[in-house]
């Protein structure tokens, strides 16, 4: 019989509703349970894509006598960290303060009051590797609840108040200059691997926001080797494994340093962000590599992601099927000789295989091989290769795809706009810029309320019932700020404005400036989480500086550009202390030091050819963070436009930064010269 989750619209929840396990869904309802039982509260935190979480799904969760002692002896809480950001970054600080590491899923047993006392991620159902089985910790924390209760409160009790001690040490209230980027850039250098591109050692990230702000620092003071470690780690990530060589696309991370092997899961953000810095790269250096990885990404999210209602899918799962039944984590993906000699014959499979790097011993595992395109000298058959790739991506498209999260993530959507939009019109791709209007449309449709709220997720066309988070008000804000400089549409700058007021009034310490990744009135969690660092996507914190500076630029907002002036104040503090963790906070920090620049294009009409040739051309300006606006003389779709006229009756551009302007200009090579940085 299907537990409390049959209800839920998120499907990790509705994958565990068939579980043995009485499950309930993060509620006040049960914690009273818990409370009129006398037990603890088991919180187990994951996401539909991710492998470990359907392994111990698989070997405890749909274990007839796992399940039986916690339903005796617990009150059990699933959640999906993708609808509640708040409630996993809670726990999960504590997770990490108590082991010195974290991940997914996450383990916690509270109190019937929420306070956590006992901390875990992934379990065997067996003793392995020095780790206790699951049964073993359930045992073990029913004793100590049983026996040592005043223990356990203590225990609840300091870590609830050492959480509360760790407020943001917020830093300096003075916004970020030259040195403190000029120290991050040498930080970025130290933790630089020259010999395989990015930074650090295995397991290897996709550092989209750090290569954002390389891209911006380049932009603004000519430093060649900001853009050389851009170029670089672009170039190793998209011709190793983590990038899907036949449909396009990034997996979640490379497990090794050479960017050989990825964990398969495809998730929206990464690819919306690396979309994105993949056709920034294109605008500063006209690399081909860029320009077609760019539309590819973005033709993997239109295709792979787009929903029915016209929003984007927050994933793609590692695992699927391998053809015998078994869910084998990369099985859609990687190939061996032997597949490659079925579908292509003898002949082409061998240039295949040294075209994609497939071997004999494989490099995955069972001799199978992830596809790269390894550096060599010598150009194969340009045409043969593309037959090659025509034949094995249909031969693929037979094979049991990976499942879908079919959730729509406001802040990840908000991603997927701006990158969509901006991609769309560097190439020359309406049916982008279309489909970004349309994520754009249902989102103000389907997740804004009357009263300015966002609603975090929807599913087929209806609505979650979790509120927005700040990086959803925000990430929602960038992406309407860019579809407003790509469309000439004012009502996107509206859109955009109506979110970051909320995040003025509803998220801003008033006294300080910080930010909060949860509204004033949000639940009261345990502790209010609070978190600036770029991890996988932009914090909600620099996600907010960012548009609310871009935001300032359109209109001239003092409020505006006042709150992102004080939200960067901590990347002061920690953009020369940990730069690859706050990549956002610096790009939007090299704005500030630009300006950003205000560009206006007046012309008879948007569509005339002198209008779209300067409008274009403003939006390939490399300078940090510029904004741009489009529209008729006299227009009031934006606050840039109002008193630009025409130029001797032609189209102009009017650049202004820092309360000063340039000349008015017809031509677009002034122009371009104007916003080379």
């Not at 509260?41 to 969760?61: I, T």
């Not at 970054?89 to 997914?104: H, I, K, L």
């Not at 006992?118 to 100590?144: D, E, I, K, N, W």
């Not at 591109?197 to 000519?222: D, Q, Y």
Request: net charge negative.
């Amino acid at each position: 019989m299907p537990n409390r989750l049959a209800h839920e619209t998120s499907p990790y929840l509705l994958q565990h509703a068939d579980n043995p396990v009485d499950w309930w869904p993060w509620s006040s309802e049960a914690f009273e349970e818990a409370r009129k039982r006398n037990v603890p509260v088991l919180l187990s935190v994951g996401y539909s894509s991710c492998h470990w979480c359907h392994v111990m799904a698989h070997e405890s969760f749909e274990d007839e006598e796992t399940a039986e002692y916690l339903n005796a002896h617990f009150v059990s809480v699933k959640v999906d960290r993708e609808e509640r950001p708040d409630v996993d970054a809670v726990y999960m600080e504590a997770v990490q303060a108590a082991t010195g590491q974290g991940g997914w899923p996450m383990t916690v047993f509270l109190t019937p009051d929420a306070e956590p006392f006992y901390f875990g991620t992934y379990f065997p159902p067996a003793p392995r590797q020095g780790m206790p089985s699951f049964r073993q910790v359930l045992q073990g924390v029913h004793q100590a609840w049983e026996e040592r209760r005043e223990e356990v409160a203590e225990v609840a009790g300091k870590i609830v108040r050492d959480l509360a001690g760790r407020e943001i040490s917020y830093g300096d209230a003075r916004t970020p200059g030259e040195e403190e980027l000029a120290q991050a850039l040498l930080g970025l250098t130290r933790e630089y691997d020259p010999q395989r591109g990015g930074f650090g050692g295995a397991p290897k990230f996709p550092p989209s926001m750090v290569l954002e702000f390389l891209l911006r620092h380049h932009a603004r003071t000519g430093a060649e080797g900001a853009l050389q470690m851009a170029q670089d780690t672009c170039e190793r990530m998209a011709r190793g494994g983590m990038y899907d060589q036949l449909g396009g696309g990034f997996a979640r991370y490379s497990v090794d340093r050479d960017w050989v092997v990825p964990h398969f899961e495809h998730m929206l953000y990464d690819n919306a962000l690396l979309c994105r810095v993949y056709a920034h790269l294109w605008r500063s250096t006209g690399s081909e590599l860029a320009r077609r990885v760019a539309l590819e990404t973005a033709d993997f999210m239109v295709r792979e992601l787009r929903t029915n209602e016209g929003g984007f899918a927050s994933a793609l799962d590692a695992d699927s099927d391998d053809g015998t039944g078994r869910h084998v984590e990369g099985a859609y993906y990687v190939w061996t000789p032997a597949q490659l000699r079925e579908v292509l014959g003898e002949e082409d499979a061998e240039l295949a295989a040294r075209h994609f790097g497939v071997t004999e011993e494989g490099t995955f595992e069972e001799g199978a091989s992830v596809l790269q395109l390894p550096v060599r000298d010598g150009v194969s058959d340009a045409e043969k290769i593309a037959s090659i790739h025509e034949r094995l991506l249909a031969a693929r498209a037979g094979r049991p795809a990976p499942g879908r999260d079919d959730k729509v993530v406001a802040a990840w959507n908000g991603l997927a706009i701006a990158a969509l939009a901006e991609t769309g019109a560097y190439f020359d791709r309406p049916d982008l810029v279309e489909a970004a209007v349309a994520a754009a449309d249902l989102l103000v449709r389907l997740h804004l309320d009357e009263h300015a709220r966002l609603t975090r997720t929807s599913r087929d066309g209806h609505a979650g019932a979790n509120t927005g988070v700040l990086e959803d008000y925000a990430d929602v804000a960038e992406g309407f700020l860019a579809l407003a400089s790509v469309t000439g549409e004012g009502v996107w700058l509206e859109f955009a404005g109506i979110l970051l007021d909320q995040v003025l009034v509803r998220f801003t310490d008033p006294e300080s400036g910080a930010l909060y990744d949860t509204a004033a009135d949000a639940e009261r969690l345990i502790r209010r989480p609070q978190d600036p660092t770029d991890n996988a996507a932009p914090s909600g914190w620099t996600a907010a500086a960012n548009a609310l500076l871009s935001y300032a630029a359109h209109t001239g907002s003092e409020p505006h550009r006042t709150a992102a002036e004080r939200a960067l104040g901590v990347v002061k503090a920690l953009g020369p202390r940990v730069p690859r963790f706050i990549g956002w906070g610096l790009a939007a920090a090299e704005a500030l030091l630009d300006g950003p620049r205000e560009v206006a294009v007046v012309g008879p009409a948007l569509d005339d050819e002198g209008t779209r040739t300067l409008h274009r051309t403003a939006l390939l300006g490399t300078a940090p963070g510029a904004v741009v606006a489009a529209g008729v003389p006299g227009s009031e779709e934006f606050p840039l436009l109002a008193d630009r006229p025409l130029v001797g009756g032609e189209p102009a551009a009017y650049v202004c930064r820092n309360f000063t302007c340039d000349a008015p200009t017809t031509e677009p090579d002034r122009l371009r010269t104007v916003l080379s940085g």
